[in-house]
């Protein structure tokens, strides 16, 4: 097979140490290996960087174990050429499985090209991704929080949410530390309400009409005119000078050019001129 990466390297990781298998190739084209194991702590990967860069390692590829390949990569980006593989793509080792035998498994498919490359962001697209993703953790928390207080006060028979959809807010938070100190005058407890809460106090909610009511500090939209809104004439359909000529001949009439004041129909004019049959001379 054609050899991509004359030198290279393997690592294996675990927990609390690393296995790395660095593959050399010689002039005859020979491979030449040197396993060495370190520890996972700083100052050990510090000197794993070391050891592959006296060796003239150019490219390193390792294995997506859980989130332990996360500080490797963040100490050797920055020198040399990191591949990190999907570890589906790794499980085909052949014989028995140990952490030297990963190693040189790993070396072997980087140094022909044969391992696929997981798409790692660059640093501060990461370090984005990790306070968005915490952020996102910690609103989750909170919900769940105080879904739990709410089933807690339910059990109680403490009707806050009857009263306030938002027992998180601003007056379910002021309501709840004083329920804590012993406060249980409802009076006492109403008054701590801020905001809409407070206009619930008020009773403006019981208004079905307060959100219709103008404010006085409003002016007051200019009313409509009455012309706007009268209905438009239907306008008058062009006149016919002339009977059609079938209603003239039903009616026995000579002449076809006498004026009709107001058009219609082929059956009204027919109607129309029938009555003046007896009209005309026998």
Known sequence: ???????????DIGKRTLTACVITTDARGAPAKQIRTFGTVTSDLLALADWLDAVGVTAVAMESTGSYWKPIWNLLEDRFELLLANAAHLKAVPGRKTDVRDAEWIADLFRHGLLRASFIPP?????????????TTLVRERASEINRLAKVLEGANVKLGSV??????????????????GT??????AELARGRQARLRRGRSHDPGHHLRRPRDRPALPRPRATLLRRPRPRARPSSTHPSPRAARLCGHASTRRRV??????????LRACSRISELPR
């Open 261 to 270: 004041s107001q058009p219609g129909s082929f059956t009204r004019q027919a």
């Open 123 to 135: 640093r501060p697209e990461r370090e984005l991704r990790e306070l968005v993703r915490y952020r």
């Open 1 to 11: 097979m054609d050899i991509v990466r004359p030198r290279c390297a393997g690592i």
């Open 184 to 189: 249980t005058d409802p009076t006492v407890l």
């Open 164 to 181: 306030s959809t938002n027992i998180g807010g601003v007056s379910g938070r002021a309501i709840l530390a004083a329920l804590a100190e």
